[in-house]
Protein backbone atom coordinates (compact mmCIF):
# COMPACT_ATOMS: atom_id res chain seq x y z
CA UNK A 1 0.00 0.00 0.00
CA UNK A 2 1.50 3.14 -1.16
CA UNK A 3 2.24 6.02 1.60
CA UNK A 4 1.65 9.76 1.23
CA UNK A 5 3.28 11.11 -1.61
CA UNK A 6 4.69 14.73 -1.17
CA UNK A 7 6.03 16.62 -4.67
CA UNK A 8 8.33 17.55 -4.89
CA UNK A 9 10.71 17.11 -2.38
CA UNK A 10 12.98 20.61 -2.07
CA UNK A 11 12.32 23.56 -3.87
CA UNK A 12 13.90 27.06 -4.00
CA UNK A 13 11.83 29.94 -4.81
CA UNK A 14 12.75 34.00 -4.38
CA UNK A 15 11.11 36.31 -2.52
CA UNK A 16 7.33 37.44 -4.01
CA UNK A 17 7.03 34.45 -6.16
CA UNK A 18 4.30 31.95 -5.38
CA UNK A 19 4.77 28.09 -5.30
CA UNK A 20 2.53 25.01 -5.36
CA UNK A 21 2.86 21.80 -3.21
CA UNK A 22 1.05 18.66 -3.58
CA UNK A 23 0.23 15.92 -1.54
CA UNK A 24 -1.71 12.60 -2.24
CA UNK A 25 -3.50 10.70 0.47
CA UNK A 26 -2.80 6.86 1.39
CA UNK A 27 -5.57 5.04 -0.78
CA UNK A 28 -9.23 5.76 0.85
CA UNK A 29 -7.79 8.40 2.96
CA UNK A 30 -10.44 11.50 2.54
CA UNK A 31 -8.93 13.36 4.93
CA UNK A 32 -5.45 15.68 4.20
CA UNK A 33 -3.56 18.02 7.04
CA UNK A 34 -0.75 20.27 6.44
CA UNK A 35 1.70 21.44 8.76
CA UNK A 36 4.51 24.22 8.60
CA UNK A 37 7.58 22.94 10.29
CA UNK A 38 10.40 25.07 11.22
CA UNK A 39 13.35 25.28 14.09
CA UNK A 40 11.94 27.85 15.89
CA UNK A 41 8.23 27.48 15.88
CA UNK A 42 8.38 23.43 15.35
CA UNK A 43 5.16 22.07 13.97
CA UNK A 44 2.10 24.15 13.38
CA UNK A 45 -1.29 23.08 11.50
CA UNK A 46 -2.00 24.97 8.56
CA UNK A 47 -5.25 23.18 7.32
CA UNK A 48 -7.51 20.31 6.61
CA UNK A 49 -9.57 19.59 3.54
CA UNK A 50 -12.18 16.27 3.88
CA UNK A 51 -14.28 15.38 0.85
CA UNK A 52 -12.41 18.68 -1.17
CA UNK A 53 -13.88 20.87 1.72
CA UNK A 54 -11.68 22.81 4.41
CA UNK A 55 -12.72 21.57 7.89
CA UNK A 56 -9.95 23.17 10.01
CA UNK A 57 -7.91 26.02 9.55
CA UNK A 58 -5.07 27.13 11.74
CA UNK A 59 -3.81 30.89 12.30
CA UNK A 60 -1.52 31.09 9.19
CA UNK A 61 -2.13 34.49 6.64
CA UNK A 62 -4.49 34.43 3.59
CA UNK A 63 -1.23 34.13 1.59
CA UNK A 64 -1.55 29.97 2.88
CA UNK A 65 -4.04 28.37 0.89
CA UNK A 66 -5.03 25.09 0.07
CA UNK A 67 -7.24 22.73 -2.42
CA UNK A 68 -8.51 18.93 -2.62
CA UNK A 69 -9.52 17.25 -5.80
CA UNK A 70 -12.03 14.55 -5.93
CA UNK A 71 -9.69 12.23 -5.82
CA UNK A 72 -8.73 13.50 -2.21
CA UNK A 73 -5.09 14.73 -3.23
CA UNK A 74 -4.68 17.83 -1.89
CA UNK A 75 -2.17 20.93 -2.70
CA UNK A 76 -1.04 23.92 -0.67
CA UNK A 77 -0.38 27.13 -2.60
CA UNK A 78 1.62 29.84 -0.71
CA UNK A 79 1.38 33.33 -2.70
CA UNK A 80 3.77 36.54 -2.11
CA UNK A 81 6.65 34.34 -0.59
CA UNK A 82 8.69 36.09 2.23
CA UNK A 83 11.75 34.59 3.80
CA UNK A 84 10.08 33.60 6.72
CA UNK A 85 8.14 30.86 4.87
CA UNK A 86 10.81 28.61 4.29
CA UNK A 87 10.19 25.59 6.05
CA UNK A 88 9.39 22.26 5.79
CA UNK A 89 5.76 21.48 5.29
CA UNK A 90 4.56 18.31 6.28
CA UNK A 91 1.11 16.50 4.54
CA UNK A 92 -0.87 13.65 6.57
CA UNK A 93 -3.69 12.03 5.60
CA UNK A 94 -6.11 10.10 7.77
CA UNK A 95 -9.64 7.41 7.53
CA UNK A 96 -12.70 9.40 7.63
CA UNK A 97 -13.50 8.89 10.78
CA UNK A 98 -9.96 9.42 11.67
CA UNK A 99 -10.00 6.20 13.24
CA UNK A 100 -7.53 5.81 16.17
CA UNK A 101 -6.84 9.66 15.84
CA UNK A 102 -3.60 8.99 14.50
CA UNK A 103 -1.93 10.68 10.85
CA UNK A 104 0.31 8.99 8.43
CA UNK A 105 2.57 11.39 7.00
CA UNK A 106 4.35 11.95 4.04
CA UNK A 107 7.85 13.00 3.78
CA UNK A 108 7.34 16.85 3.44
CA UNK A 109 8.58 19.48 0.70
CA UNK A 110 11.58 21.01 1.64
CA UNK A 111 10.63 25.10 0.50
CA UNK A 112 14.09 27.60 0.43
CA UNK A 113 12.73 30.92 -0.16
CA UNK A 114 15.80 33.12 -0.94
CA UNK B 1 -5.52 25.76 24.01
CA UNK B 2 -4.38 22.91 24.28
CA UNK B 3 -0.61 22.92 24.63
CA UNK B 4 2.17 20.10 24.66
CA UNK B 5 5.63 20.49 26.36
CA UNK B 6 8.42 18.56 25.79
CA UNK B 7 11.25 19.88 28.24
CA UNK B 8 14.33 17.47 27.22
CA UNK B 9 15.55 19.34 23.58
CA UNK B 10 18.24 16.87 23.77
CA UNK B 11 18.66 13.27 25.45
CA UNK B 12 21.45 10.52 24.29
CA UNK B 13 21.40 6.90 25.43
CA UNK B 14 23.90 4.66 24.73
CA UNK B 15 23.07 1.45 22.71
CA UNK B 16 20.94 -1.73 24.49
CA UNK B 17 19.99 1.08 27.31
CA UNK B 18 17.15 2.30 28.28
CA UNK B 19 16.00 5.98 28.06
CA UNK B 20 13.02 7.90 28.80
CA UNK B 21 11.61 11.31 26.81
CA UNK B 22 9.30 13.31 29.13
CA UNK B 23 5.97 15.16 27.81
CA UNK B 24 3.65 17.28 29.35
CA UNK B 25 0.40 18.50 28.31
CA UNK B 26 -2.26 20.89 29.34
CA UNK B 27 -6.22 20.33 28.18
CA UNK B 28 -9.63 20.69 29.61
CA UNK B 29 -10.84 17.99 28.03
CA UNK B 30 -11.56 14.32 29.49
CA UNK B 31 -11.19 12.27 26.12
CA UNK B 32 -8.38 12.80 23.96
CA UNK B 33 -5.40 10.73 22.14
CA UNK B 34 -1.83 11.39 22.72
CA UNK B 35 1.29 9.87 20.41
CA UNK B 36 4.61 10.18 20.19
CA UNK B 37 5.57 10.38 16.72
CA UNK B 38 9.53 10.15 15.52
CA UNK B 39 10.95 11.68 12.53
CA UNK B 40 14.45 10.77 11.25
CA UNK B 41 16.80 12.27 8.75
CA UNK B 42 14.33 11.23 6.19
CA UNK B 43 11.88 13.34 7.53
CA UNK B 44 9.02 11.67 7.52
CA UNK B 45 6.75 11.52 10.60
CA UNK B 46 6.47 7.80 11.90
CA UNK B 47 4.29 7.31 14.61
CA UNK B 48 5.60 5.24 16.95
CA UNK B 49 2.97 4.41 19.93
CA UNK B 50 -0.71 5.38 20.32
CA UNK B 51 -2.72 6.63 23.91
CA UNK B 52 -6.41 6.83 24.32
CA UNK B 53 -7.32 8.81 27.66
CA UNK B 54 -9.72 6.67 28.25
CA UNK B 55 -7.83 3.72 28.69
CA UNK B 56 -6.12 3.30 31.81
CA UNK B 57 -3.35 0.53 30.32
CA UNK B 58 -0.29 2.25 29.00
CA UNK B 59 0.13 1.53 25.38
CA UNK B 60 3.37 -0.83 24.31
CA UNK B 61 4.39 -1.39 20.96
CA UNK B 62 7.29 -3.74 21.16
CA UNK B 63 10.58 -1.76 23.23
CA UNK B 64 8.54 1.12 23.57
CA UNK B 65 6.19 1.95 25.87
CA UNK B 66 4.60 4.68 27.45
CA UNK B 67 3.69 5.69 31.18
CA UNK B 68 0.63 7.92 30.93
CA UNK B 69 -0.81 9.80 33.78
CA UNK B 70 -3.66 11.64 33.57
CA UNK B 71 -4.14 13.81 36.90
CA UNK B 72 -0.44 14.71 36.32
CA UNK B 73 -0.63 15.12 32.41
CA UNK B 74 2.13 13.56 31.72
CA UNK B 75 2.92 11.42 29.11
CA UNK B 76 6.49 9.59 28.79
CA UNK B 77 8.21 7.59 26.35
CA UNK B 78 10.15 4.70 27.60
CA UNK B 79 12.58 2.82 24.59
CA UNK B 80 14.16 -0.41 26.06
CA UNK B 81 17.48 -1.82 24.37
CA UNK B 82 17.99 1.25 21.98
CA UNK B 83 19.03 0.55 18.73
CA UNK B 84 21.31 2.98 16.35
CA UNK B 85 18.11 3.34 14.20
CA UNK B 86 16.09 4.64 17.26
CA UNK B 87 18.18 7.81 16.47
CA UNK B 88 15.95 10.85 15.52
CA UNK B 89 13.69 13.84 16.46
CA UNK B 90 10.78 12.63 18.99
CA UNK B 91 7.55 14.75 19.19
CA UNK B 92 4.49 14.29 21.63
CA UNK B 93 1.41 15.12 19.79
CA UNK B 94 -1.71 15.65 21.32
CA UNK B 95 -5.44 15.12 19.53
CA UNK B 96 -8.99 15.85 21.29
CA UNK B 97 -11.37 12.58 19.96
CA UNK B 98 -14.22 15.01 18.94
CA UNK B 99 -14.41 17.52 16.60
CA UNK B 100 -11.98 16.68 14.02
CA UNK B 101 -9.22 18.81 15.32
CA UNK B 102 -5.75 19.09 14.27
CA UNK B 103 -2.89 17.31 16.15
CA UNK B 104 -0.52 19.90 18.72
CA UNK B 105 2.66 19.05 18.52
CA UNK B 106 5.43 19.46 21.18
CA UNK B 107 9.08 20.98 20.27
CA UNK B 108 10.37 17.88 19.93
CA UNK B 109 13.86 15.43 21.61
CA UNK B 110 16.34 15.37 19.53
CA UNK B 111 17.29 11.69 20.99
CA UNK B 112 20.98 10.47 20.17
CA UNK B 113 22.01 6.65 20.31
CA UNK B 114 26.07 6.02 21.23
CA UNK B 115 27.21 2.91 20.27
Known amino acids: KAGVTQTPRYLIKTRGQQVTLSCSPISGHRSVSWYQQTPGQGLQFLFE???????NKGNFPGRFSGRQFSNSRSEMNVSTLELGDSALYLCASSTPDSTGGGYTFGSGTRLTVV | AQTVTQSQPEMSVQEAETVTLSCTYD???????LFWYKQPPSRQMILVIR??????QNATENRFSVNFQKAAKSFSLKISDSQLGDAAMYFC????????????FGKGTRLSVIA
Open chain 2, 27 to 33: TSESDYY
Open chain 2, 93 to 104: AYRRRSGNTPLV
Open chain 1, 49 to 55: YFSETQR
Open chain 2, 51 to 56: QEAYKQ
